[in-house]
Antibody, heavy 121, light 107 residues
Framework: EVQLLESGGGLEQPGGSLRLSCAAS????????MNWVRQAPGKGLEWVSG????????YYADPVKGRFTISRDNSRNTLFLQMNSLRAEDTAVYYC??????????????WGQGALVTVSS | DIVLTQSPATLSLSPGERATLSCRAS??????LAWYQQKPGQAPRLLIY???KRATGIPARFSGSGSGTDFTLTISNLEPEDFAVYYC?????????FGQGTKVGIK
């Protein structure tokens, strides 16, 4: 079955860290760029970060640049998002999303079910 | 930065009617635009990419058009499962990739 399964969400204090994982199955993971997209409670969609198929090229939205790091392990078909220096405004459901492209973010044709990250003291 | 403005914010229609959703870009994005559908408690689903190409498995009642700065998503003959929030997304500049959404509700 073609799917993405996120894990690693939870409650963290401001200034803390969390690491999200996304396990992919049912497609050739190493052939596609991957992304993280978040959605704050009751709000719209916000692209967070993307990574090319090889992992060499990474892309970040300004609000998370310098705090979040995207990476991938093609041998394990897994995408990661390391989130440091968390802020209250990072509270959201984080979706892992497969790209139609191979080398850079374009369009997202497969989404995970989402992982809730709550940043609060 | 490119800003996408969707209108209307809310659309109230009956099953069987046609829905016309608009997405306007603050500067030209040629045809680099996608449309997504999101139902409550679910992840978004890609409907249209490159302004007019239907994604795999998307019914023919969904169609996209436009280029430059003005884009339209048309849902002909609304089915009960089509009532949802729809987002447009551009891939030219990632500062604000998504529009704010249009909710298509049942009249």
């Amino acid at each position: 079955e073609v799917q993405l399964l996120e894990s690693g969400g939870g409650l963290e204090q401001p200034g803390g860290s969390l690491r999200l994982s996304c396990a992919a199955s049912g497609f050739v993971f190493s052939n596609f760029a991957m992304n993280w997209v978040r959605q704050a409670p009751g709000k719209g969609l916000e692209w967070v970060s993307g990574i090319g198929d090889s992992g060499r090229n990474t892309y970040y939205a300004d609000p998370v640049k310098g705090r979040f790091t995207i990476s991938r392990d093609n041998s394990r078909n897994t995408l990661f998002l390391q989130m440091n220096s968390l802020r209250a405004e990072d509270t959201a459901v984080y979706y892992c999303a497969k790209d139609l492209s191979d080398w850079r973010p374009q369009y997202f044709d497969l989404w995970g079910q989402g992982a809730l990250v709550t940043v609060s003291s | 930065d490119i800003v996408l403005t969707q209108s209307p914010a809310t659309l109230s229609l009956s099953p069987g009617e046609r829905a016309t959703l608009s997405c306007r870009a603050s500067q030209s994005i040629t045809t680099f635009l996608a449309w997504y559908q999101q139902k409550p408690g679910q992840a978004p689903r890609l409907l249209i990419y490159d302004a007019s190409k239907r994604a795999t498995g998307i019914p023919a009642r969904f169609s996209g058009s436009g280029s430059g700065t003005d884009f339209t998503l048309t849902i002909s003959n609304l089915e009960p499962e089509d009532f949802a929030v729809y987002y447009c997304q551009q891939r030219t500049n990632w500062a604000e990739a998504f529009g704010q959404g249009t909710k298509v509700g049942i009249k």
